[in-house]
């Protein structure tokens, strides 16, 4: 109960979303990332790319998570039984976050297996808030450096060796020593600078 999977939703996507970060650091794709022929490390400007690339339509992408989320919550607050039509619940769910004009006749109430029957009932917003924690996490690797010892030490005593002994916003701060801040996901995500 007090590890794996059993610890709060969003605190048990941190461990393995924060390691996705370095996918596109340089120092850390400078240890194995090199031309097969000629042995070069991968240039800054593929680095950028990648990174350009996986930032495209973040905007977008995060809004759509958002709808996701109060698509969860408009089904998990209902007082009373539903008899309506689905499309129709979900559109009204969706309006605050939607952009786009949804694809007709498709539902995604009805497919939504993390929500229906993955264990995420009410809770599926978690995964919007585990990529501010990760991004926040990583955002004190790059100041002290992604292969800091003193940071990795206190990732490791803080929050991967925890669990669920302890609240999880208590063990984030005495990792980072402040809340979370969403500031560092939209740096993360070109939306600011």
Known sequence: TMSG??????????PSQIMENFATEKEFLN???????????????????????????????????????????????????????????????????QVLLGVEDTCMSVQFSHIMAGGYSAGYYSYKWAEVLDADAFSLFKEKGIFNQEVAASFREYILS????????????????????????????????
């Not at 999977?5 to 941190?14: G, K, M, R």
């Not at 698509?71 to 607050?77: K, V």
């Not at 002994?165 to 600011?192: C, D, V, W």
């Open 31 to 97: 240890t194995f990332a090199r031309h097969y022929q000629t042995g070069e490390p991968i240039p800054a400007e593929l680095i950028q790319k990648i990174v350009d690339a996986s930032n495209f339509n973040v905007a977008y992408a995060c809004l759509r998570q958002v709808s996701f989320g109060l698509l969860d919550m408009a089904w998990y607050t209902r007082r009373e039984t539903f008899d309506g039509d689905v499309r129709a619940y979900e559109k009204e769910a969706w309006k605050k976050a």
């Open 162 to 193: 925890k669990g669920g002994t302890e609240h999880p916003m208590t063990l984030y701060k005495r990792f980072r020593g402040q809340e979370p801040s969403i500031h560092a996901l939209l740096k993360r995500n070109g939306i600011i600078n």
């Open 5 to 14: 999977t059993s610890v709060y939703w969003d605190f048990v996507e941190l």
